[in-house]
């Protein structure tokens, strides 16, 4: 994640500057070919350097993927194209999850990385066939500096990037720990609860992506930011998540875990429309990188062992409330940047 998050930022002002279905593809290629070998280490160093190589083709990905496809589609359905767009990386992060646990126990862990590794080869090849007009920018190295530094003098931007710090904590909270909350106070087993969160994961999530996508672009054009979505989703899981970590009973558990994931799923779109809604267009993949920056940096790298930290002094289910905590004062963040924007109409312009 540390890997990712740095390289985030060079890959993503590259994408800014050079033709991204070519960094998309170069990205797939890299990532795939550390994903083969890391089924061949001989020792942990081995995995650490191949599974850091994985990051950096990945932090190639997502700005320049991103900020193709709201040049290809028209700047009031960006919302839903870029939520269709995450549908694919999140079923296949949750099946991926899914299938090791099986695959791996008969297999083993090595076939995994083969089997997941080698599509990557035939997809980097079809993503360098991809058709891109890319409209180049001609600015100077010192008006491209001030530019990227005007980002940051953005007030919308940067309530995005706290808001976005800290429901991304919240999420690296909970996915990393919910499987053994579910084990420790409900009596499900590893296999049971991992089985349980893929299945709600994969239905309510991919749900969820879908309907926030769809949603926010709906109020866009009404002249609503796409950020009063993904505070409402965040701010209407708060009490679930409050359920979730008190209620005794399982099917109470699971209701609230599918209710919960449905509303915080909304996010994943709406906030890379959100961030290419208030940022001139030629940084549209640099603000996104800059923001996978800040979010996994501070979000989800530190969350795991900051709960497990707090679980260790007193319990887990006391540890959960952090993450409840920065759910509601992420919401509040967006719904705040709701304001900002309709405040100042000049930020709110489609870019």
Known sequence: MVIHSVTSVPLGILADRWIRKNIISLGVLLWSV??????????????????SIVGIGEAAYAPSATSLLSDQFPEEERAGVISKFNLGMFA???????LAGVLGTYFGWRICFFIVGLPGFILALLSWTISEKKQPHHLDIHIERESIHSIFKSLPYIMIL?????????SGSIISWITIFMVRYHNFTVSEASLSLGSIVLVAGLAGIYFGGFLADKFYRRGIPRSFVIGIGFLAATPLLLIII?????????????AGTFFMAWYYGPVVALIQDI?????????????LFFVHLLGDTLSPSIIGKISDVSSLKTAFYLPIITNLLGALCFLITTRIIKNNKEQFQAK
């Open 34 to 51: 550390a994903t083969f070998f890391s089924g061949l280490v001989r020792n942990y160093h081995q995995l650490l350097i191949a599974r």
């Open 92 to 98: 296949g992060g949750t099946l991926g999850m899914m």
């Open 162 to 170: 706290t808001g976005g710090v800290l429901l991304t904590f919240t």
């Open 246 to 258: 008190n209620v005794e009973s399982s099917w109470a558990l699971i209701a609230s875990l599918i």
């Open 279 to 291: 940022v001139p267009s030629h940084l549209k993949a640099t603000a996104y990188a800059y923001y």
